[in-house]
């Protein structure tokens, strides 16, 4: 069976996604595409062999010849479409964040749940990433002893003039904490957030931000958002356990001999170096989606979560105090 996608949004993310679910993997075909900016949904379309361009989100997810909706339009659409998708009884995969308050991912998880199966799942797509899955593993194993710390560097080159002061964390710092809570596998209990003295290539931003999370056993993550280094797009993450200390490997990166010296070379941005990861998370999810199983990666639950700690992390942020992070009763279908 040739699960047939509709595309909300085709803008950058959604024309990679499209390319990918087109061009790289097999199992899907892209049926429908919409875009707040139809000539862009037009021209996108114009580059695809059968893919009806429709007026709206709500049309795209009504149509007969889409089986699943992936949701690549900005964050504050989110919760829309998703709604429609579930209420169409259609599986969506649905671009961070799942939406962009607590409360929008709670209607979201409401009507999930009301549904009786998992149809949503978010793109948190470190959790298939191949550094990722081994440290996770080399976690589980037990190797490194308990993890008693997590260092999670997130760094970006540059960010667009639209990006605000509240995007490294709800924005960049999102991966982070899904990342996390995913490798410790625990969720977290509280956060801080502590700007450093700011770069220059920053303007107004606070940036760098430094956040220290608790999970709720006491292991501290610490987040290292910094969205103006310039040098390139940097993901780091290091445990530290009882008995030693794991690390992500610098995967996918060029060593470079030049000037007498050797040198890595670091990918440009994040679809570079989460390209392959991209890749495994689309086609098990068409593989879920096509063998009946239904999706089984990032869940509503994990949504929310996320967007519960961006929530307490904005408010640390202006307020400079520890804030404490309750997400409430996880209903039986996340367990
Ligand atoms: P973008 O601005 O390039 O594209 C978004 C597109 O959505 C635009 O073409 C816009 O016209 C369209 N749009 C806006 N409102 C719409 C609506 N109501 N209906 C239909 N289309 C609408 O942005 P982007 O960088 O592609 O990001 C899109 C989403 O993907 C965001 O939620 C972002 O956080 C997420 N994203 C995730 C990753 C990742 O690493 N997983 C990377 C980049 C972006
Ligand atoms: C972007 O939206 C992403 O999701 C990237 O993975 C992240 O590195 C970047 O900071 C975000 O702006």
Redesign the pocket.
Known sequence: MTLRVGV???????QDHIRRLTEVLSGAEVTGV????RE?AEEVASRLKNASVHA??EDLIAADDVDAVLV????P??ETYVLAAIAAGKPVFC???LATTPEACRNIIDAEVAFGRRLVQV???RRYDAAYRSLKAVIDSGEVGAPLMYYSGHRNPSVPDTYTRDMAIV?TAV?DFDVSRWLLGEEFAAIRVIAAKPNRHGGDLQDPLLMILETESGVLVNVETSVNIKYGYDIRGEVVGEDGTAALADRGHVILRSASRVGVAVPED?RER?IAAYDVEFQEWIHALASGEGASGPSAWDGYAAQVVCDAGVKALYSGERVEIELGDKPALYS
């Open positions: 909300i949004g085709t803008g950058m993310i959604g919409t875009d707040a900016n862009v709206t989100g690549c339009s900005w964050g659409t989110h671009e961070k964040p793109g948190f797509m924005d991966h994040w989460f």
